[in-house]
């Protein structure tokens, strides 16, 4: 029997839609699962890669720790696919770009509409919020990327069935459409 392919997610600054639109591939995951194994993924409940196939990153880079989780997810996996618009441009989060990080945390936390403790949280467990978000082939090598917010569960399924036999991926006009 033939090895079977590995494969990973994580996310970074998303809202996990990514994630959903994967999940929505459905009764597909069954077909997946008959030729892959799952590694960190919302499938298991694996923390860190052990060393993948095919890594699928959701979301953008906004703090530290989303760096170190990036780092060794790209360390971990032969192939690596930024999902969606935040992991690709930085996306919704990327919004906060222009604005000074500072005056960010004063408007969420202190002076915004609807806030009643307002308190800045500084628990040193936090990770340390970057003054930017980024795009993550900012902070390492993508090699694929699945443009969409979120990319449509056809399209993931498109370019993940063509990784694994091998092949380029080539999506038609109609998966990446959103008109
Ligand atoms: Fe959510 Fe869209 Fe970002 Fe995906 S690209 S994580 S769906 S906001």
Redesign the pocket.
């Known amino acids: 029997m033939s090895k079977k392919i590995r494969i990973a997610t994580t ?1 970074l600054a ?8 994967f999940m929505d591939i459905d009764e597909r995951l069954l077909a997946l699962a008959e030729i892959a194994d799952f590694d960190r993924s919302p499938l298991s409940d694996i923390k860190h890669c052990q060393g993948c196939d095919i890594g699928i990153v ?3 880079v906004c703090n530290a720790e989303n760096v170190e989780v990036l780092r060794e997810f790209r360390r971990s996996c032969r192939i690596l696919v930024a ?6 441009n930085g ?3 990327a919004l906060r770009n222009r604005y000074d990080v500072g005056d960010c945390l004063e408007e969420a936390f202190l002076t915004g509409i609807g806030v009643t403790d307002p308190k800045v949280p500084g628990d040193p467990e936090l990770p340390l919020l970057l003054d930017k978000v980024h795009p993550i082939h900012e902070v390492v090598k993508v090699d694929y990327s699945i443009p ?4 449509s569960a056809d399209t993931i399924w498109a370019v993940l069935t063509a990784l694994m036999e091998g092949n380029e991926p080539q999506l038609p006009c109609e998966l990446i459409r959103y008109d």
């Open positions: 996310s998303g809202c996990f839609g990514c994630h959903m639109s959701e979301g953008g999902i969606g618009a935040c992991a690709i996306g919704i989060p969409g917010c979120p990319p």
